[in-house]
Nanobody, 116 residues
Framework: QVQLVESGGGLVQPGGSLRLSCAASGSIADMHAMAWYRQAPGKQRELVALIISVSDMTNYGDSVKGRFTISRDIAKNTLYLQMTNLKPEDTAVYYC?????????WGQGTQVTVSS
């Protein structure tokens, strides 16, 4: 069983930055992939950023390319999402996601609100 705990969300003005963290209970080096998803009110959950463990290959949703960066610290068992130039449409609950031995895991989510 893997537990994922997100932190770092909050209220930020348009154009601002935030860094989300996802602390895992197990070794993230063993995870096949880790990702950030988000869900805005009334919308479907969407992929924000993905990292494949074996290759460190990353992939981003079109709406965040060039503004968000996914990274991980294996020693700290932590996944990060650096978000810059935030826009009101980035407002959502952000979820950490991991796949370990074919089993998906989700965190409880952290709220990000972009508003002036």
């Amino acid at each position: 069983q893997v537990q994922l705990v997100e932190s770092g969300g909050g209220l930020v003005q348009p154009g601002g930055s935030l860094r989300l963290s996802c602390a895992a209970s197990g070794s993230i080096a063993d995870m096949h992939a880790m990702a950030w998803y988000r869900q805005a009110p009334g919308k479907q959950r969407e992929l924000v950023a993905l990292i494949i463990s074996v290759s460190d290959m990353t992939n981003y949703g079109d709406s965040v390319k060039g503004r968000f960066t996914i990274s991980r610290d294996i020693a700290k068992n932590t996944l990060y999402l650096q978000m810059t130039n935030l826009k009101p449409e980035d407002t959502a609950v952000y979820y950490c996601h991991a796949v370990n031995s074919g089993t998906p895991y989700w965190g409880q989510g952290t709220q990000v609100t972009v508003s002036s």
